[in-house]
């Protein structure tokens, strides 16, 4: 039986479509912009306003606090901020693009900073995927376009990249995280929230969460 907060979640997404939410809708460059908190930032929140959190994403929805393209970040500080969350959004990026944006998130972490990251996780994907292979061979089930390929309901919403523990690890040691371990589905490290990050299909998690820290040195 799906919780209160659960049906709450899937309100407030949907009035944030429409522009409608707690958010501040600021730009990045905005003066106003500079009395915002950049202690610990949500980015690419999409429709999920997160409290006690800035909420950064390059649409204007009614999550949004601060409009910005999430792979420049060019109006934050180098070493300014103590934790990054970030869920379902790397996925969305060509793969030429991962490294230099997460070197940006790198960059305006303070030392010793924490990045937590939620992706698809491949191997967990295509190990449900062929648990379960008689269902996608029913015509009409479609094969996980939406999980593997993106929703594709707007220009951003397609994905173009993918990850297993192994390649994001090996990613983030190259940037300069260490510190880097996978972190439970559920529950949610921020009480209350409900995102893809505790996602399941076939009754199974679906997301790879990791948390690193920057490097000191």
């Known amino acids: ?101 997460l070197s940006e998130w790198h960059r305006i972490l303070k030392p010793s900073g924490e990045l937590r990251l939620s992706v698809p996780d491949l191997d967990a994907i295509t190990k449900i995927y062929q648990d379960n292979l008689p269902h996608f061979q029913i015509p009409g089930h479609e094969p996980w376009i939406a999980l593997i390929y993106g929703g594709q309901k707007d220009e951003y919403d397609f994905h173009k990249t993918g990850f297993n523990f192994c390649w994001l690890k090996f990613l983030l040691e190259g940037i300069g995280f260490d510190q880097i371990c996978r972190y439970d589905n559920e529950p949610h490290f921020i009480a209350g929230t ?24």
Not at 58 to 79: E, R, W
């Open 194 to 217: 409900i995102d893809n990050s505790i996602a399941k299909s076939f009754d199974k998690y679906i997301s790879l969460n990791v948390v690193a820290k920057k490097s000191i040195l």
């Open 1 to 101: 039986m799906k919780s209160l907060q659960f049906y709450k979640s899937k309100i407030f997404k949907l009035l944030s479509r429409y522009g409608i939410g707690w958010g501040s809708k600021l730009l990045l460059s905005d003066p106003r912009a500079t009395k915002i908190s950049i202690s610990k930032l949500h980015i690419g929140c999409g429709n999920i306003y997160i409290n006690n959190w800035t909420n950064i994403d390059i649409l204007k929805t009614g999550a949004t606090d601060l409009i910005a393209d999430i792979t420049n970040l060019h109006g934050i500080p180098d070493n300014s901020v103590d934790q990054i969350y970030s869920c379902h959004v790397l996925e969305h990026f060509e793969f030429a693009k991962i490294r230099p944006i």
